[in-house]
């Protein structure tokens, strides 16, 4: 089986079905409805070769047969899924990811052998913990978090507001200079404080993955909603650091460096063009002024509404290249190149749709309709240059072995920020289970 050419997550997408991937389960856990009971169908959270994660779900018809096979931190070889956007509304996501799979009836699961496919036991998009404060205004996606547990409260019960009895436990977890506060509630508090009891080796050291961010009273609070889990001790290259730390007298000094592909760090121009090979595929800040745009015309590009790909000109017709196929009414999307600029350096950006409505505030047909010719650089484009922003670009093989000195750009804000902040959205000081329905799908 691992002889086949297999895919990755990263690179699936919709309109294509007979995807193959590799990839090793790292959770397996289910919704629940409003009134508390749990669907039939059930979440995967999946990792590759690539380090690259994905959630699948597996709909309520085909769970018993699927979940007969599947068992967590085994690896599977998957054939035939579907490929599904979230929706607007889909909340708690593990990953920040456009896209989610979808198993059905032809879905091949087989099981493979560690020594068939190498892919790590665990990866984390770790964050640092003062940096969680802007991720709790928003309930749309789930955090991966490391420290130190600090001060550990035993289990215990209370009585909710509407009179239910709930385990709880409390501690804090320290990244070395911030403190936060995490509350664990019901099994997995049990489960949680069964695990910790079994643990010889101190001080522990805890990542939780897909954990919500909330505020309480002011407070950050991490707590647990079903896709949340947690690794005591767990050998991870971020935990080894910790503990030199640790060992060395050094961790009341330092701040936790950053794990997985997420760094809050802010990289001069100068340097981004000197990172190694360690930053390929890895979404890194920088703040800059942009200067010039590169064009002079093109602003925009015909897409096609099936395979999402660009739309050519073939034969007097405006024809996908991904589906073949005719487009009358294509997508538009924008797509600018121009020049940023900080004391150190320039570079090139490649802004696309997604972030350059966020600068403008409108789409390309707005734009049109305002009469923007397609064929004419638009003046207006010109309001966004000569101010700063804050800006998170993808490194790939071509910026770091051949220098190439064009960044694509995946978030943009105007002003200087370390973080990007999502959506504002009410919080509460503990997960009501009974509302974290299926993502994306009705049974």
Request: proline content about 2%; aromatic content about 10%; glycine content about 4%.
């Amino acid at each position: 089986m691992s002889s086949k050419k297999c895919d990755s997550f990263r690179d699936v997408r919709i309109g294509k079905y007979d995807w193959k991937v590799q990839a090793r389960v790292l959770n397996l856990w289910r919704g629940y409805s409003r009134t508390g009971e749990a669907f039939k169908g059930f979440n995967l959270l999946l990792l590759d070769s690539k380090r690259s994660r994905m959630h699948a779900f597996v709909p309520g018809m085909i769970a018993d047969e699927y979940e007969q096979k599947i068992q967590v931190g085994k690896i599977y070889y998957i054939e035939n899924f579907t490929v599904k956007k979230y929706r607007t509304e889909d909340k708690f996501r593990c990953v920040r990811n456009e896209n989610q799979i979808i198993l059905n009836d032809d879905t091949i699961v087989e099981p493979l052998e560690e020594n068939e496919a190498y892919i790590e036991k665990c990866w984390f998009d770790l964050y640092e913990l003062g940096d969680l404060r802007p991720l709790s205004k928003q309930s749309t996606y789930l955090t991966d978090v490391i420290g130190v547990i600090e001060e550990h409260d035993p289990i215990g019960k209370i009585r909710n507001v509407n009179g239910v009895i709930q385990s709880q436990i409390k501690f804090k977890i320290t990244d070395g200079s911030k403190s936060v506060q995490v509350t664990f509630w019901d099994e997995f508090a049990e489960y949680f404080a069964e695990m910790l009891k079994k643990e010889t080796v101190y001080p522990v050291i805890l990542i939780i993955g897909s954990a919500r961010v909330t505020l309480w009273r002011e407070e950050v609070i991490l707590t647990n909603v079903g896709a949340t889990t947690f690794y005591i001790n767990c050998n991870h290259r971020t935990v080894v650091e910790i503990r030199k730390m640790i060992a060395q007298n050094m961790f009341s000094k330092n701040k936790l460096a950053n794990g997985g592909k997420r760094c809050a760090t802010i990289y001069m121009v100068k340097d981004i063009k000197n990172l190694g090979d360690d930053f390929i595929e890895s979404h890194i800040l920088c703040q800059v002024k942009l200067t010039k745009f590169q064009q002079v015309k093109t602003w925009c590009h015909p897409i096609c509404t099936s395979g999402y790909e660009r739309v050519h000109v073939l034969n007097n017709e405006e024809t996908c290249s991904f589906c073949k196929r005719v487009v009358p009414y294509a997508d538009k999307k924008f797509e600018v190149y121009i020049t940023a600029n900080d004391e150190t350096g320039s570079m090139v950006l490649i802004l696309e749709d997604r972030e350059v409505r966020t600068l403008m505030g409108k789409t390309v047909f707005q734009m049109m309709n305002e009469g923007n010719k397609l064929e004419v650089f638009p003046n207006i484009f010109h309001t966004i240059l000569n101010k700063h922003y804050t800006v998170k670009i993808c490194l790939t093989e071509e910026n770091i072995h051949r220098k190439t000195n064009i960044y694509v750009v995946t978030d943009i804000m105007e002003g200087f920020y370390a973080e990007m902040i999502h959506e504002q959205q009410t919080s509460i000081h503990h997960p009501i289970e009974s509302m974290e329905s299926q993502v994306s799908y009705n049974e």
